[in-house]
């Protein structure tokens, strides 16, 4: 990607991040762009800083450690992990992250509240649904997702945020509608039952599904390749 380029691509997934709102006739600040930098050097995320962005996704952790490390001088920025979390990565995480949007177990979800500094504001948590009850997908499934976030809700140092999910693929906007507006209930009932804490997150929509997203709600839209070009396939080793 030539050095003019990622400037313009981000601003095309502005731009259509922005035309999904306006269709959804919400409000054109009710959804933040997160942008996937997973595999893209530090000087790609320097850059799309310079140009505006803030928020960016992380999937590996020795790798974004590095990154972030080498971008500390960059002020306001705030790192999402968006990755599978294993019990012996979370104090990194804990540590170094704003947000986790992958937490599917108490057990990481305790780990993450034992492990977050106090000198740190409370990790802001999503909760990971496999809202198309995939075989290959992590994530709580959507039954049980009620009786976990009852007791994260009660841990300290971390904030439950809301809810998190890749659907399966679809064919079309109705039907890739169809797991988010499940996901979309979900964080409904959960607000229902769960009234003082601040459950006003739906981390969902992708490059392919990104307008079905919107209509159904998200909070955050991940983009990665839309923005950062095609993904390297290799990476540092975890």
């Known amino acids: 990607m030539t050095d003019n380029a990622l400037p313009t691509s981000l601003d095309q997934a502005r731009e259509r991040l922005n035309n999904a709102l ?32 803030r928020e960016f996704g ?5 790798e974004a450690l590095e990154k972030q490390a080498e971008l500390a001088d960059l002020e306001a920025i705030v790192w999402h992990f968006i990755g599978p ?6 104090r990194a995480v804990a540590e170094n992250f704003a947000w986790v949007h992958s937490v599917d177990r108490l057990k990481i979800a305790k780990r993450l509240s034992e492990q977050r500094p106090e000198h740190l504001p409370p990790l802001n948590i999503c909760l990971q649904v496999n809202i198309s009850r995939e075989d290959s997908k992590s994530g709580v499934m ?12 009660t841990l300290p140092h971390i904030k439950l945020r809301g809810l998190m999910a890749i659907p399966a693929p679809a064919n079309s906007l109705e039907e890739q509608r ?23 997150t739906l981390s969902m929509g992708m490059s392919d599904d990104l307008e079905a997203a919107v209509l159904e709600g998200a909070t955050l839209v991940r983009l990665g390749t839309a923005i950062f070009g095609a993904r390297s396939t290799q990476r540092i080793a975890q």
Request: hydrophobic share 45%; charged share 20%.
């Open 22 to 53: 306006k269709m959804a006739e919400r409000p054109l600040n009710s959804a933040t762009l997160l942008a996937v930098s997973k595999t893209k050097p530090a000087a790609m995320i320097r850059q799309a800083w310079q140009h505006g962005q």
């Open 58 to 62: 992380e999937n590996y952790l020795q």
């Open 85 to 90: 979390l294993q019990s012996n990565k979370t």
């Open 142 to 153: 959507p039954d049980e997702v009620m009786s976990l976030a009852n007791e994260v809700a």
């Open 178 to 200: 169809v797991p988010l507006a499940a996901l979309r209930q979900l964080l409904k009932d959960l607000q229902a039952a769960l009234p003082n804490a601040p459950l006003d």
